[in-house]
């Protein structure tokens, strides 16, 4: 395991400690959730009494695999608490996600919860948003013309791929990753592209994080919103 992967197993399963009996809790996508769920199964085999709210199809696999029960919006409207990884946090606690290509469902888990609390290593730490490509998932149809529309904004957006075919999100959409190297006003840039038809969310979440938990080495720090 590498030092990156055993920091994100530290953070993944202190953030655990959080849950209490009964909650509901948002179950973000990425490798540091991974260890989070697992350590979750575990506390669920002890007894503790939750129901999970996946936030992709990976996520829910492998809440099935560890045992963690899980529910839907169809039953359950207001989260207790949301957990997620994150690509990049600003000093704001202003955040880019959405590197694993999850990012719509991960917002509307997190923005569902009374809280929402951030697991990262210290290397997602930056002092401005933007070196890692911003995720934006638009619609198929017209895509081309959508990402026209975005590189206005001063990037040039490159459609993921996997396998050489475009990459499809658990929505059926595609992704963008737009090299905007420098955010300034992550708050501005997000109502913006928002704004334009085609566009289905962005990778910046902002004002959502109520608490981050960095893992550093052996230790865990914890910021406050
Ligand atoms: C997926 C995400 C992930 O939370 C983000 O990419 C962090 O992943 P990891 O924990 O693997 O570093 O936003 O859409």
Known sequence: MTKTDKTKQLVGEEVVDYIKDGMKVGLGSGST?????????????????????????????????????????????????????????????????????????EKIVAASAKSFYVIVDESKMVTYLGNFLLPIEVLPFGWEVTANKISDFGCEPKIRKSKGEPFITDNGNYILDCNFEKIAEPKKL??????????????????????????????????DQ
């Open 33 to 105: 959730m991974y260890y989070m769920i697992k350590k979750l199964g575990d506390r669920v085999k002890e007894g503790l009494d939750i129901e999970g709210v996946p936030t992709s199809n990976t996520t829910a696999e492998w809440a099935k695999e560890f045992g963690v029960p899980l529910t839907d919006f169809s039953k359950v409207q207001e989260l207790d608490l949301a957990i997620d990884g994150a690509d990049e946090v600003d000093p704001n606690l202003q955040l880019i996600k959405g590197g694993g290509g999850a990012l719509v469902r």
């Open 190 to 223: 997000h109502e913006e592209l928002k704004s334009l038809v085609g566009v289905v969310e962005t990778g910046l979440f902002i004002n959502m994080a109520r608490k981050v938990m960095v893992g550093k080495d052996e230790k865990v720090d914890v910021i």
